[in-house]
């Protein structure tokens, strides 16, 4: 039996709301003892339209010297939900709020202020925050001054947002992706009021440059692009994240020199679609492949990007790719399905066909490229035989590891009224046997480093050896070995003596590595 779409009407029902103003600053509302300053909501008929109005780049991103010492004695607990773009935009409210005076803490007993920064990509990480909000209304009620706020992609969410002012009236703010600038009038706001303040722009906004940013450990994200146009049918991020919005290239390079000066060995270029980079920059001819091609000049060791979609990764990103260099050679390639077929109902814009032969076109112009992907399996009307198309389209290309999924409706997206007419446990069954089939497809990428020396990226100690060292290769396999701990954040050569599905065991040497 397939899963039942959730009903959110319920908390569209405001009958029991009490408007106590209304102006040009937004709407002043009591619901349940509660008043909730909405200065803008998520709208999302709003949120599918796609205007042709400019993108401002901004470079005011300094906190105002009135808001400096807010925070000062007191502490900042956030909570990140999602991929690597809420983690990066975790890092610059982090920014944000130490510049105001916080300071970091991992107690929630210590926290002046906690916000859960969200992903609406599937439903099991939304029921995650709903979860958490639960245990942390116990400790709103112990401490009535702490400030909570509900972040991210699914702030932008009507549902969400409704739900969150129906029924968890203890939170204090709401506000969204493309606004994120604003925390330090959300919280200035928020203390002086003491009212729910409810903030979330359905259109994205201007870019703004300059915001602080807490990096940490040896690697660091850089955003080049925002939002997507490609409406897949099962995906939410072109409303949670807006229509696709460049930053200036000199703006990215800047960054990414400030971040070499640092001493940073790795950077990950960030977009929801990498590889439509510079498309929406009016008079620029500059593309994605263009942008590495310059970052491969700066002395920075490893340069990754994610994430990709096939449409758009041209020859001239391959050509730049194959390089090398301070350009690796582990490539992120969503596939999302092995059936033209499915891939048709998704919307991906691509065939089965079209995949392979960007692969091919890959694979022959860097021969020891890395392929990884993202593979949903019980998309609805999924056949068995569309199925093993998925599975034979795995072998053929020998990926060496995948994030997997079960499908799952997100509301608001044209999949979640197609027919979920594929069982659970269907889906289950099949996402073992694909599972399997990519853990077949690992061991063989492990063991082609048998004896082989490689550089390795120090992480940190093994979780579950404090003798043992883990790292990564250019191409982003996990290697563990025996090593000191001040050996953690260098580059270290390993000649590997074993392997594993997932990861590759070896010894310290001196000499030099070949590129793996």
């Known amino acids: 039996m397939s899963k039942e779409i959730k009903d959110y009407s319920k908390y569209f029902d405001f009958s029991d709301a009490k408007v106590i103003s209304e102006d040009e600053n937004g709407k002043k509302i009591r619901i349940r003892g509660r008043e909730i300053h909405i200065i803008s909501e998520p709208n999302q008929r709003e949120e599918k339209k796609r205007g042709k109005q400019d993108v401002q780049v901004v470079y005011e991103g300094s906190i105002p010297e009135e808001l400096r010492t807010v925070g000062i004695g007191k502490h900042y607990l956030v909570y990140t939900f999602g991929c690597q773009m809420n983690e990066h935009d975790s890092e610059t409210i982090k920014g944000m709020l130490e510049q105001m005076g916080y300071q970091a803490t991992e107690s929630r007993e210590e926290a ?3 916000l859960l920064n969200t992903c609406a990509i599937r ?55 493309h606004n994120i600038h604003r925390l330090p009038y959300l919280i200035q706001e928020s203390l002086f009021s003491k009212e729910m303040v409810v903030e979330v722009w359905s259109k994205e906004g201007d870019i703004v440059e300059n915001l602080p940013k807490k990096r940490q450990g040896m690697r660091g994200w850089v955003n080049i692009m925002y939002g997507c146009d490609k409406f897949c ?15 200036l290239p000199q703006d990215v390079i800047a960054e990414v020199r400030e971040l070499a000066r640092q001493g940073f060995k790795e950077i990950t270029l ?4 990498v590889n439509a980079y510079g ?20 002395d920075i060791p490893r340069v990754r990007f994610t994430t990709s979609h096939p449409r758009d990764f041209d020859d001239r990103l391959i050509e730049v790719l194959a390089k090398g260099g301070n350009l690796v050679e582990h490539i992120h390639l969503p596939v999302q399905s092995g059936s033209s077929a499915v891939l048709k109902k998704m919307s991906r814009k691509y065939t089965r066909e079209l995949y392979l032969d960007l692969v091919g076109r890959i694979k022959a112009s860097i021969p020891n490229a890395v392929l990884t992907t993202d593979i949903i399996v019980g ?33 608001g997206t044209p999949a979640a009224v197609m027919e979920d007419n594929v069982p659970m446990e269907v889906k289950k069954e099949r996402l073992q046997r694909l599972n399997q089939t990519i853990k077949d497809y690992s061991l063989i990428g492990s063991e082609k480093f048998l004896g082989q020396v490689v550089e390795v990226l120090v992480e940190g100690e093994s979780k579950n050896n404090s003798t043992v060292l883990a790292g990564r290769t250019r191409s982003n396999k996990l290697v563990h070995f025996e090593g000191s701990a001040d050996l953690i954040g260098q580059f270290v050569h390993v000649q590997i003596t074993d392997y594993k599905t997932f990861y590759i065991k070896g010894e310290l040497v001196a000499e030099p590595a070949v590129a793996y």
């Open 233 to 247: 049918t099962y995906c939410i991020v072109p409303f949670t994240r807006g229509k696709e919005r460049s930053r």
């Open 112 to 114: 002046d202020i906690i």
């Open 270 to 273: 960030l977009g929801q679609n």
């Open 279 to 298: 498309k929406d920059l009016t008079g620029m001819n500059y593309t994605f492949g263009d942008l590495m091609d310059d970052i491969s000049k700066i």
């Open 123 to 177: 439903e099991n990480a939304e029921d995650r925050v709903f979860g958490e909000l639960g245990h942390l209304k116990t400790l709103k009620l112990e401490k009535p001054g702490l400030l909570l706020g509900v972040c991210g992609c699914m702030s932008q969410e009507e549902g969400v947002v409704n739900r969150i002012m129906q029924k968890h009236g203890f939170v204090d703010m709401i506000f969204g992706t």
């Open 379 to 411: 998309f609805p009307g999924e056949t068995d035989d569309q199925f093993e198309e998925t599975l034979s389209l795995v072998r053929e290309v020998g990926f060496d590891s995948a994030y997997t999924f079960i499908y799952s409706p997100r509301e």
